[in-house]
């Protein structure tokens, strides 16, 4: 019973619907969830390290055509990172932004996670005609004095070893026999001990792609350590600025995974035109693992 319970869970998405379209200087994958046949609603993006596969538990329930997209060096996204050098995450916004010109008619709702939920949040401010609302799941806002530090290579450098998260990345285990023994590696450890079965091989099987090590074939993380590591040094951009350009509508909910909070109140005030909810308690992956707070946020942005 529990042989046949594990091979259903990793025979899950064999059928996903994704898709790889040329954009300026690669390809963009992006996987759909819900009637493809219709126009895409909502677009979705992932936090730093994961993809957009990692998020179906999430996305596939929502009855409307949902695109979510994988970022540069995550997922089955082709675009360069080799001699990448940015200083904040609107390289994604950009990125994002040349995708919805170039295969998303007029605007759409965007929404995304931690690293997604910023880049959704610069994608607004940087280009208003392409997203109608934003849907911000726990985005990532600095304090001043890190922004300033991440802004200049050397800072930069120097947040790969004093930064906590960028540190451990740089250590990650990064080949692994099959995909079933990463998930039996991850399963209950670290970020994903809250994770369902079903969330935990989504990450697995849309994070993990195919490598020869040494002869053996095996697989490696689709986002590379140490891609994921500079991504989480590369925060330069002026998050609370881009909060109050959202448009009318959107709504951002936020815990405590960023220590500083005590400027959210005084955004509440500052921007009238948009929900800001904080959930001090809940964990940075609550989109996943509490969907009693991210689901009926989607469904009234959707509604509304």
Request: with cysteine; glycine share 6%; proline share 5%.
């Given at each position: 019973?529990?042989?046949?319970?594990?091979?259903?869970?990793?025979d899950r998405n064999k059928d996903i619907h994704?898709?790889?379209?040329?954009?300026?200087?690669?390809?963009?994958?992006?996987?759909?969830?819900?009637?493809?046949?219709?126009?895409?609603?909502?677009?979705?993006?992932?936090?730093?390290?994961?993809?957009?596969?990692?998020?179906?538990?999430?996305?596939?329930?929502?009855?409307?055509?949902?695109?979510?997209?994988?970022?540069?060096?995550?997922?089955?996204?082709?675009?360069?990172?080799?001699?990448?050098?940015?200083?904040?995450?609107?390289?994604?916004?950009?990125?994002?932004?040349?995708?919805?010109?170039?295969?998303?008619?007029?605007?759409?709702?965007?929404?995304?996670?931690?690293?997604?939920?910023?880049?959704?949040?610069?994608?607004?401010?940087?280009?208003?005609?392409?997203?109608?609302?934003?849907?911000?799941?726990?985005?990532?806002?600095?304090?001043?004095?890190?922004?300033?530090?991440?802004?200049?290579?050397?800072?930069?450098?120097?947040?790969?070893?004093?930064?906590?998260?960028?540190?451990?990345?740089?250590?990650?285990?990064?080949w692994f026999s099959s995909q079933e023994s990463?998930?039996?590696?991850?399963?209950?450890?670290?970020?994903?001990?809250?994770?369902?079965?079903?969330?935990?091989?989504?990450?697995?099987?849309?994070?993990?792609?195919?490598?020869?090590?040494?002869?053996?074939?095996?697989?490696?993380?689709?986002?590379?350590?140490?891609?994921?590591?500079?991504?989480?040094?590369?925060?330069?951009?002026?998050?609370?600025?881009?909060?109050?350009?959202?448009?009318?509508?959107?709504?951002?909910?936020?815990?405590?995974?960023?220590?500083?909070?005590?400027?959210?109140?005084?955004?509440?005030?500052?921007?009238?035109?948009?929900?800001?909810?904080?959930?001090?308690?809940?964990?940075?992956?609550?989109?996943?693992?509490?969907?009693?707070?991210?689901?009926?946020?989607?469904?009234?942005?959707?509604?509304?």
């Amino acid at each position: 019973m529990q042989n046949f319970i594990m091979k259903t869970l990793f025979d899950r998405n064999k059928d996903i619907h994704r898709t790889l379209k040329p954009v300026r200087h690669g390809h963009m994958s992006g996987v759909h969830f819900g009637d493809i046949t219709q126009p895409v609603k909502l677009v979705f993006l992932h936090s730093t390290g994961f993809h957009a596969l990692s998020y179906r538990t999430l996305l596939e329930g929502l009855g409307v055509h949902v695109l979510a997209l994988d970022l540069r060096g995550h997922g089955h996204s082709e675009l360069p990172i080799e001699n990448i050098s940015f200083a904040s995450f609107r390289l994604h916004a950009r990125d994002v932004i040349a995708y919805l010109e170039q295969y998303i008619e007029g605007s759409v709702i965007l929404c995304g996670h931690s690293m997604g939920a910023s880049t959704a949040i610069l994608a607004a401010e940087m280009a208003p005609h392409k997203v109608s609302k934003v849907l911000a799941f726990d985005p990532v806002v600095l304090p001043l004095s890190a922004r300033l530090i991440m802004s200049t290579r050397a800072g930069r450098n120097f947040m790969k070893t004093r930064f906590p998260i960028a540190r451990a990345t740089g250590r990650r285990r990064n080949w692994f026999s099959s995909q079933e023994s990463a998930f039996e590696r991850f399963r209950g450890r670290g970020t994903f001990k809250q994770f369902s079965d079903e969330a935990l091989w989504d990450y697995v099987s849309g994070g993990l792609i195919p490598h020869i090590k040494d002869g053996q074939d095996g697989f490696k993380l689709a986002c590379q350590p140490h891609w994921e590591q500079f991504t989480y040094v590369a925060q330069g951009h002026n998050m609370k600025k881009a909060i109050t350009k959202l448009p009318r509508g959107s709504h951002i909910q936020l815990t405590n995974f960023v220590k500083s909070v005590d400027w959210i109140p005084k955004m509440v005030k500052k921007c009238p035109h948009i929900r800001i909810e904080h959930f001090p308690d809940a964990d940075h992956f609550f989109p996943l693992i509490n969907p009693e707070i991210s689901q009926p946020a989607l469904h009234e942005i959707l509604e509304e």
